[in-house]
């Protein structure tokens, strides 16, 4: 029984040598090791820099009050213990008070030796129940971050998400995110969040900036000398980001930095994995885009017709204001759309007279089956929507889905605009090519059902601008 309570750390504030000796009697002898402090303000100094899990506060203190002391605790960053209120001022209002402010718990001098073991022993228990419903939910929170993580396999999505957990969880002043450049051997800052007056973030680190955090275990959250904490992100062999938070002048607590440590190597994983997956769709969609320039060269009245489609695409994306980002996500659905085309007869394809309405039908396929065939690249969603969608119309009739109106989402709409005027001012085997005054006219005319009317209105414009210039 003894033992069991050794551990437990006590700090007693009270100005009375007396009551203080009495404390050493009972709760000294009890197996607790206690610390006394006379003062609010000592008081507040030790237990920003140690631990406890128990304080015993008297109301009545030299230089402020027991009140004041739980108000300055309350503005703590760090986790903070119980506070059981122990006074000689037995009235009930200064106990509510008291509580109203965040004392756990209280009793009254004179106390009985029973009285205050029993406070004692109750508060502490009820601490380490609460912290262990705690580090399960930290648990918790850390499978579900590193389901969201895990599951991220585009870089940037996964730094803007990794930054918004890290500053949601531990709140720093800054958080900055920085990826190893392979080229440079040097970090560069991808994401920050936060601000501090004064503060200019390095934008670039050396590994030599981190070579005595390498030298400490892997993956654990340190503070810096410099006054930060620095999250190492290894993957399975090197180095691949860093994580920095600066806090001013505030403390992690252990539970912080142990969730920051595990986060922290689910992170390394997840940027390496993000980083593979890149490479490995980089160097497919090239092979595609090989594979449709080539299939295109074959046919006459196809060739180039893809270079085409994404010249138009992103220039009506640019018209209509769209970011880098949704621009290159364009430009490969562009390439790729029609990749499903591989999977029909050439003789449908290439035919050269109208299709039989069952022809037809079997063309109407080309969407699912470029679905089908870009399915292990995991292209972003967007992507994949604007190669399945790209033969929807604005009144329903299109296909695969008949969606309607803006359920068809933006860049299948504007692939719709440019891959029709592709095909309205290219050759085609059953019919002449349009000029494109004739083709701006064709577009117009079919706005608003088959076409998006802004999308139109956008590609007119970069039409005119080009001709002016
Ligand atoms: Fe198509």
Known sequence: MKSEKTNNRILIVEDNAGVQNLYREILGKNGYQLTMRADVSSALDVLKKEDFNLVILDLQLPDEDGVAFLEKL?????????????????????AVNAMKKGASDFITKPFTVDGLISAVERNIKISQITNKISDIEMVRSILELNRIIISITDIEELSASVIDLVYSFVKPDVALFYFKDDDTERFFLRKAKGSMPGFNPPLALSLGDLERVKQEDRNIARRSDKG???IILYGKKDIVGILRLYSGERFFDDRELRFLSVLGTQIGIAI???????QLKESYISAIRTLVNSLEAKDAYTKNHSEQ????AVAIGKALGLDNRALESLRNAAYLHDIGKLGIKDEIILKKSSLSEEEFEIIKKHPLITREILKPLRI??????????????INGNGYPDGLEGEKIPLMARILAVADSLSAMISERPYRKKMEINEAIEEL?????????????????NVLEKSKSS
């Open 74 to 94: 309350g503005q703590f960053d760090k986790s903070v213990p119980p506070v059981v209120v122990c006074t000689g001022m037995a009235s009930l209002e200064n």
């Open 228 to 230: 930060f904490f620095e």
């Open 272 to 278: 390496e994995n993000a980083n593979l997956l890149q």
């Open 309 to 312: 489609v994404a010249y138009y």
């Open 380 to 393: 972003r969603k967007e992507e994949m929507e604007a190669c399945l969608y790209h033969h929807e119309r």
């Open 444 to 460: 117009k005319r079919n706005a608003g059902e088959q076409f998006d009317e802004n999308v139109v209105k956008a590609l007119i």
